[in-house]
């Protein structure tokens, strides 16, 4: 079975560009997640789908962050336009069960570095 | 609020010897309590998880954590390091009260000197 693939796994842009990160969550895991770590900083959690359903977007940075999850499938999440300080390792995971027991499955992260 | 505080950014131990990182959890609930590895160039796996049955968790690769309650620790162990463990270790609570988003400790990188 494959796990939780994010595209792309790198990712330099300039200042003001627009950047658009895909996850691919295991299939028929509900729960899709969206996770950053700045450098230096904590795992930090950006938002949460149920299905195509924003459950919790409560970790957004800013309206420069727009997340979507077509048909309850794969997510994206694009940044526009970005900033020097939406540099860091973007995480996405996924889980079958909306329950605190089961863990979520990550991806290998793609690394975004703003120049 | 949920939280977890891992106790140390670094820690360095020889092969052979005995690992011990840190981990305390602050939790209203009876928490969710889970350890991750992040392997050079690679995604979080998880270790291990504990979700209310036996406080002694065993995990993969030889590492096991121990939920103490009266202590509000969920400390990670392994008896014996070698040169793979090298990598950088989350510590994590399951957000119980909405969403189980998972809430990460600040991470400890493990250096293992031969």
């Known amino acids: 079975e494959a796990g939780v693939t994010q595209f792309p796994s790198h990712s330099v842009i300039e200042k003001g560009q627009t950047v658009t990160l895909r996850c691919d969550p295991i299939?028929?895991?509900?729960?899709l997640y969206w996770y950053r770590r700045v450098m230096g900083k904590e795992i930090k959690f950006l938002l949460h789908?149920?299905?195509?359903?924003?459950?919790?977007e409560s970790g957004m940075p800013n309206n420069r962050f727009l997340a979507e999850r077509t048909g309850g499938t794969y997510s994206t999440l694009k940044v526009q336009p970005a900033e020097l300080e939406d540099s860091g390792v973007y995480f996405c995971?996924?889980?079958?069960?909306?329950?605190?027991?089961?863990?979520?499955?990550f991806g290998q992260g793609t690394r975004l570095t703003v120049v | 609020a949920q939280s977890v505080t891992q106790l140390g950014s670094h820690v360095s131990v020889s092969e052979g010897a005995l690992v011990l990182l840190r981990c305390n959890y602050s939790?209203?609930?009876?928490?969710?309590l889970f350890w991750y590895v992040q392997y050079p160039n690679q995604g979080l796996q998880l270790l291990l998880k504990?979700?209310?049955?036996?406080?002694l968790v065993k995990g993969i690769n030889g590492f096991e954590a121990e939920f103490k309650k009266s202590e509000t620790s969920f400390h990670l162990t392994k008896p014996s390091a070698h040169m793979s463990d090298a990598a950088e270790y989350f510590c994590?609570?399951?957000?119980?009260?909405?969403?189980?988003?998972?809430?990460f400790g600040a991470g400890t990188r493990l250096f293992v000197k031969a």
């Open positions: 789908f149920v299905k195509e359903s924003k459950q919790d």
């Open positions: 994590a609570v399951s957000d119980n009260t909405g969403g189980f988003k998972t809430i």
């Open positions: 299939s028929g895991h509900d729960n």
């Open positions: 504990y979700t209310s049955a036996a406080t």
């Open positions: 995971a996924s889980s079958q069960e909306w329950r605190g027991r089961t863990e979520a499955f």
């Open positions: 939790s209203s609930v009876p928490p969710y």
